[in-house]
């Protein structure tokens, strides 16, 4: 089989992430990467043995040989890049969120239609198989109607006023920071699991370091901590480290979630809670594996992740037998499976998050932003 040869836009955190894990799949070659500048590109390229390193987008969207373009730079790149990459003719997979307004995201979604471009926004963290689990027990009914959700993603890389990454800069990430990087992820996964539209927020953000100290040279995402104080200079900060979301979903269940990028000790704790009228569920990202199930008349249960005991539709996530853990790096190669199946063969069905996702993320994000600039309730 002829392998499909993509090429990486990004050399951080997320473009080592997606190297290595569309490897993982046997038919993709990871082709060219862009960076930067093309000195990164080249650095890059060495460390992780990929034949080319293009000088520019233009470079590798001019080649025809490239299938597919990973877009895993800052926010503002998003748009221009995964526009130019459609206009191309390429399949497109970018990281979330997808642009840095609503209007982009809708005209990126019609572009899309439009050439019928193969597209993706990189909502990973649907694809451990327990939350694959709890969603089947959903559409089956196990949980009966659902009446609340409620949760947190909460992480402390960010808690000192030293800690410095490009998304603290509005014009490199936009003006939500917490609630735009990680309050997507939420929302997307509480709407992907209920099948319930997120239909109101009520929100309240918060900028607990009105000013940083931002690094004299380049920092990678999470690795802001190993630098010295000699290597600082003060930067006002305007983008949110907090924020506490009220909301409706559906016609009739409510909840609640926080976000926060400086809560001491949380690495990476990405938990909600589901209750419906039978039964309740309950899963944090930091014990992947692991699925409470809560009864009000039968004692509650912990379920270890074993893909022949879950739900058909949930066990082809799970590519390991049960007791072999499947983490981070795992969700994210069960994106790129599914995306490049279809892009290997376009009949294949979508089942994967689309523009279209990516799209209701940006309007709920911008629904945030005014609930909270207005201190009180917005309709979605």
């Known amino acids: 089989m002829a392998k499909i040869k993509t090429a990486i836009v990004g050399t951080g955190f997320m473009g080592k992430v997606h190297t290595e894990n569309v490897r993982r799949l046997g038919n993709v070659e990871v082709a060219a990467v862009v960076g930067s500048r093309p000195e990164r590109a080249k650095q890059f390229a060495e460390a992780m043995g990929i034949p080319k390193a293009a000088a520019s987008l233009k470079e590798v969207l001019d080649d025809k040989e490239i299938a597919a373009v990973h877009i895993c730079t800052p926010n503002v790149d998003h748009y221009p890049m995964s526009k130019a990459a459609i206009e191309a003719g390429k399949a497109v997979l970018c990281e979330k969120p997808l642009t840095l ?94 099948a319930l539209p997120i239909t109101a927020v009520c929100a309240d953000l918060a900028t607990f370091h009105k000013t940083r100290k ?100 949930a066990a082809k996530f799970a590519d390991l037998p049960g007791g072999h853990s499947e983490g981070y790096d795992d969700s994210h190669k069960q994106v790129f499976k599914n995306f490049y199946a279809r892009v290997a063969d376009p009949k294949v069905p979508i089942d994967y998050p689309t523009f279209e996702d990516g799209l209701r993320g940006m309007v709920l994000l911008e629904k945030v932003a005014e609930s909270a600039a207005r201190e009180g309730w917005v309709k979605v």
């Open 101 to 194: 307004s609503a209007a982009e995201a809708r005209e990126l979604v019609e572009l899309a239609k439009a050439k019928n471009a193969i597209n993706c926004v990189q909502h990973n963290l649907r694809y451990y198989p327990v939350v694959q689990q709890i969603r089947q027990m959903i559409a089956h009914g196990d949980l009966g109607d659902i009446l609340i959700a409620q949760g947190t993603y909460s992480q402390d890389w960010l808690l000192y006023d030293t800690d410095w990454n490009w998304r603290v800069d509005t014009e490199e990430n936009g003006k939500l920071r917490a609630m735009g990087d990680i309050g997507s992820h939420w929302m997307d996964m509480i709407q992907h699991l209920t």
């Open 214 to 313: 931002r690094p004299k040279g380049s920092v990678e995402t999470f690795s802001g901590k190993k630098l010295q104080p000699g290597d600082y200079e003060e930067f006002p900060i305007t983008t949110d480290d907090f924020g506490a979301v009220l909301i409706h979903l559906g016609d009739r269940a409510k909840g609640a979630f926080t976000v926060s990028q400086m809560s001491a000790g949380c690495k990476n704790r990405f938990s909600f809670d589901i209750f419906g009228t039978k039964a309740g569920v309950s899963w944090s990202q930091e014990q992947p594996d692991t699925l409470w199930i809560g009864h009000r008349n039968d004692p509650n249960q912990i379920i270890i992740k074993d893909g022949s005991l879950l739900y058909p539709a």
